[in-house]
């Protein structure tokens, strides 16, 4: 079974969120951006990551204050952060120690 969290992405809600944020930051890395350079942003980030306990809460998972919108550079950094991974295909997992 998928956590509640991973169904939320597939949300109208969501969709219509993220596109209309990628829009807002003329669909730029914000991160990139600051830094002086032009890329363009592949992800929007939840600054404060959803969970299961968190996803119905819509100043969490739909607000514009708590999104970023990164490029796939950026995302891996910051997911790298809390010891996550980012695949080819953008998917994030938790990363796993070796035994």
């Known amino acids: 079974m998928r956590p509640r969290k991973d169904k ?7 969709v219509n969120t993220r596109n209309a944020y990628l829009r807002s930051v003329g669909g730029l890395c914000e991160r990139c951006l600051k830094a002086g350079v032009i890329r363009g942003a592949e992800f929007v980030h ?7 306990n968190n996803v119905d809460d819509p100043d969490i998972a739909l607000s514009f204050g708590n999104l970023e919108a990164l490029c796939r550079d950026c ?7 809390r010891r996550y991974v ?4 953008g998917e ?8």
């Open 8 to 14: 939320f992405y597939a949300t109208n809600a969501w």
């Open 46 to 52: 939840h600054k404060v990551h959803l969970t299961d």
């Open 75 to 81: 995302h891996a950094a910051e997911h790298a952060k």
């Open 86 to 89: 980012v695949d080819a295909n």
């Open 92 to 99: 994030v997992h938790v990363k796993h120690s070796p035994l």
